[in-house]
């Protein structure tokens, strides 16, 4: 279903599909739990005999799938395997390290941790809750304690507390080749993001269609309830989208739920400035984001098998204008509708 009220955002999304040269894109929305636009581009590969894009196509999701991750901290506070998100981390996990000292998974979640890579070593560059620096060494660490805690991987935890009830059988850790998955550059060295060899989730190697991507978004905006039944508690989503940056962290500086951005007026906001307040997004670096606007009740998804980033680029100025894009189309079908 191709709407003329998004026309103007999949040409966009189209647009920026050829710079960087992505042989794949795809958007979805959803606004009311109606699916209002869904729209296509592309082939899996760059070979003219490979499939076509269709709503059965799985990308790689890349950072999109820490609010998996998120999810999975939020169930196990709902159900008191962990007492609080200040708690130290290391007092969940099995690691040894002073570096970790005094880093509670609040900072784990909010990138307010600290930690980061120097010449092959973990080294601390401030103080936890002090500043704000984007890197994967908090994840880590909130991987590892879902692992500790239940005694088994974020990928079989989230299949069976998450993927299973809500039906969603297009998701999912992968590690083979399989027709329906698209990005499949893990033969090149410098692919951005890393191997594929693992079925644990501790990669990068998430595949998700564009449906249930925007299914995932759904389930956030409606806290829990699908098709309007309450399938997941309420809190677990209510603590998912609350803003859990330390208070102390300055204003310029993002912030962020259980690791989604959070509309604010950061100059290293990642959602555009027109965006409504309450808002929220996830994104990762194949070009995937998930989008959710409360305040129209919609979620609105787009889609790249993204490789690099190409010379001329602007990833920060893009994913805003997506945002902005996808609000005036909202925008302007509510300024109708009011007329």
């Known amino acids: 279903m191709i709407s003329i009220q998004f026309s103007t955002l999949n040409q966009y999304v189209s647009e920026i599909q050829r710079q960087i040269n992505a042989t794949a894109a795809a958007t979805y929305i959803i606004q009311n739990d109606v699916v209002v636009n869904e729209w296509y581009s592309g082939r899996h590969d760059s070979f003219s005999s490979s499939r076509t894009v269709d709503a059965e196509s799985q990308f790689n999701v890349a950072s999109v799938r820490k609010t998996y991750l998120g999810f999975a901290n939020s169930l196990l506070i709902e159900s008191g395997m962990i007492h609080s998100i200040d708690d130290e981390i290391g007092h969940y996990i099995n690691e040894d390290l002073d570096l970790i000292k005094g880093i509670t998974i609040r900072h784990c979640l909010t990138h307010t941790h600290g930690l980061h890579i120097s010449e092959g070593k973990v080294v601390s560059s401030f103080l936890p809750g002090t500043d704000w620096a984007y890197t994967n060494l908090g994840i880590n660490l909130l991987i590892e304690l879902v692992q500790c805690v239940t005694g088994t991987s974020l990928a079989d935890y989230i299949q069976h507390t998450l993927l299973e009830p809500a039906?969603?059988?297009?998701?999912?850790?992968?590690t083979q080749y399989e027709e329906r998955l698209i990005y499949n550059y893990y033969r090149d060295e410098d692919n951005c993001v890393g191997p594929n060899d693992s079925p644990a989730g501790e990669q990068s190697n998430l595949f998700v269609s564009a449906r249930e991507l925007a299914l995932w978004g759904n389930l956030h905006l409606n806290k829990g309830k699908m098709q309007g039944k309450?399938?997941?508690l309420e809190t677990i989503f209510n603590r998912i989208t609350t803003t859990h940056t330390p208070e102390t962290l300055p204003s310029h500086l993002p912030r962020q739920g259980f690791i989604w951005w959070l509309q604010s007026s950061s100059p290293l906001d990642q959602i555009g400035s027109n965006v409504p307040d309450g808002?929220?997004?996830i994104l990762g670096i194949t070009g995937c984001a998930c989008l959710v606007i409360p305040k129209y009740q919609a979620v609105a998804v787009r889609m790249y098998n993204q490789v690099h980033n190409k010379s001329g680029y602007n990833y920060l100025e893009d994913i805003?204008?997506?945002?902005?894009?996808v609000f005036e189309a909202f925008d302007k079908n509510s300024d109708k509708q009011e007329r």
């Open 167 to 174: 039906g969603l059988v297009e998701t999912g850790w992968r």
């Open 230 to 232: 309450q399938v997941f």
């Open 279 to 281: 808002s929220y997004q």
């Open 320 to 325: 805003r204008q997506f945002g902005n894009k």
